[in-house]
């Protein structure tokens, strides 16, 4: 529309979803241009001349950029764009012609980054402690977020994950400047083709800051002409995110000013990849201030010494078992107060059913030849029990609950991952314990349909412990999970629990300019002078998840409330819907709800989901229409649950 507006004689758009297809035609009829646009339900790739248009265009722009820029495809788009769809480029060197030419929008690109460390990044990315609630994790596994095993995988996976910097939790610290990695000419079709061909190139970045080193940051400047720029800066506010790649697999994180960060950077598989990253010690440096041009050798042997430690540090222990979790696994094998929890809640569940636990429970604990005595009287532990305690965990991912549960006693613990890879590295992790192989099984492999997961252990068994997962990463509630605990409950021992037993949900008011802008098209005037909102704001979602509370743009304008109680083991206490009462505390707009849960495993043993340490996200209900408060105001939230779903609507 903005190109016809300019004055071009044929404007062609395509788009290959059907609903963002039909979304624009709604928006170019209502725009009174349905005879001046032709849209095209198709992928640029499939557009051919005649067929689709009738001859080479002089114009073709594109957005097709994420935030590692070339994900989306822009560099095999713009190919097919040069060699099928667009005039001949303009010579270079030619001055003032009035001949067509084909060209560009963006004309370039210049791509940056620098070296962070940043505390979130590395707790979803590196598992940071060798004992977990008194499980060993075993040096022969070694974890990796596939990030990093991208690197040596066949399957095109993407090599870097996306943040937003300026509001990721606890920030992050700039270790070195800002490098220019690359730059790309979109108007060159020759440096577009010899992207892929080009052979991968070192890179190396001063560190300025000592620090702990946990990723290499992503950002570009998108060149649209000789004038006008875009930049997705960490420092600028903008829609893009910055593509993260975590460092993973050294020895030693740690730098200090006068280290330098290498690295290695190619284009491949349609993606910017930044790998092989590490770090080289100031003193390993070629120091040649007081020498002549020529190295000494000893100073060449200590440098070829750590050139050649740097080959290999970020290479995979080929002894090692090898396990690749998505990152928010690794942030809950990091989330130690979880973990904690639900140990000294099971201990509970299961001392109360075993009232002898105590003097037969699996102390792992020892060192040195006590170990083998111990070896040798867990391998008879289950069979002397009479009648072992059932454990399952239906939790979804990658869970080392089952473990924990084996060093409680007699236990027969179920783990419910399905991954050969996951149930490898828990198997290591057990047997690096010193849990008999009957400690621990894996529950699918016992179920003859696997739809049905919730069912007894044996024909005359029941379950003493059953572990659902109540709420999603990122902040809903899991699906189906009340129904799940119907079935549970009569799968249940006497004296047996569900984990968690109850959930209070909580939620604030707050004021939140971003939560707005970021949830709908604003405001009723024309956008830009073209009516788009009504159509857009047609797919505006009411609920926005995975936020971090912690640093989401927002005032508080009421003190958290309890909303809802979903309770597991007493159903009784449910209620499908709830009135609250809020009080005012702030004068402002209420525009959205931000909402967490509180996990009651028991009354003593509780989990936050909003806390520092969580790795649960939260979510928040955005309203319609802002609404003005004063202090003291009292409002009344109308809470709604039903299947899974939480509703919140805002009463006078």
Known sequence: MFAKKAGASLVYACELSKTMYELARDVVAANNMER?????????????????????????????????????????????????????????????STGDYGRVIPASATIFGMAVECKEIRRHHRVGMQEIAGVHLSNSVQFFSPTCASAGSEENVEPYTTEKLSRIPGGYVPLTEP?????????????????????????????IEGGILDAVVVWFVLQLDDEHALSTSPSEETCWEQAVYPVQGLPDYSVKTGDTVLMEVCCQDCYLKIQEI??????????TSEKDDTLSLGNEAELCDALAGLQTTSKQDGNAQVCVLESTEIALLNNVQYHKCFKAAMDKVLSALNPSKDSQSMDVDGHGSGMNLQENQNKSFLDAAPDPLYVLDVSEGFSILPIIASKLGPV????????????????????????????LEFWLSHLEDESVVLQRPKSDKLWSIIILDVIETSGLIQQEVMEKAAISRCLLHSGGK?????????????????????????????TLGFNIAPFINQFKVPV????????????????PAELLRLDLMNPLLNSSSREVKVEICKSGQVTAIPFWYHIYLDEDHSLNTSDESSHWKQAAVVLDEPLQVQVGDELVLDVQHHKSNICITVKR
């Open 498 to 526: 569900i984990f968690p037993q109850y959930v209070l949900v909580y939620g604030m008011l707050v004021e939140s300019e971003s939560l707005l802008l970021e949830s709908a098209v604003q405001g009723t005037e024309p």
């Open 412 to 439: 027969r613990a179920y783990s419910s991952v399905e991954k050969e890879q996951h149930q490898a590295a828990l198997n290591v992790i057990s047997e690096a314990n010193h849990f008999p192989k009957e400690a």
């Open 179 to 207: 490098c220019q990695v690359m730059t790309v000419d979109f108007n060159n079709l020759q440096e577009l083709k010899s992207l892929a061909a080009r052979k991968p190139w070192k890179l190396s970045l001063p560190v």
């Open 544 to 559: 926005r998840v995975y936020l971090n509370l912690s640093t989401l743009p927002c005032v508080p304008l009421s003190k």
């Open 278 to 287: 590490s770090s080289l010690p100031s003193k390993c440096g070629m120091d």
């Open 36 to 96: 001046k646009i032709n849209l095209l339900h198709l992928k640029s790739l499939d557009i051919e001349i005649p067929k689709h248009i009738p001859e080479r265009v002089s114009l073709v722009v594109t957005e097709t950029v994420d935030a590692g820029l070339f994900g989306e495809g822009i560099v095999e788009s713009l190919i097919h764009a040069w060699e099928h769809l667009l005039l001949q480029p303009k010579p270079k060197n030619q001055g003032f």
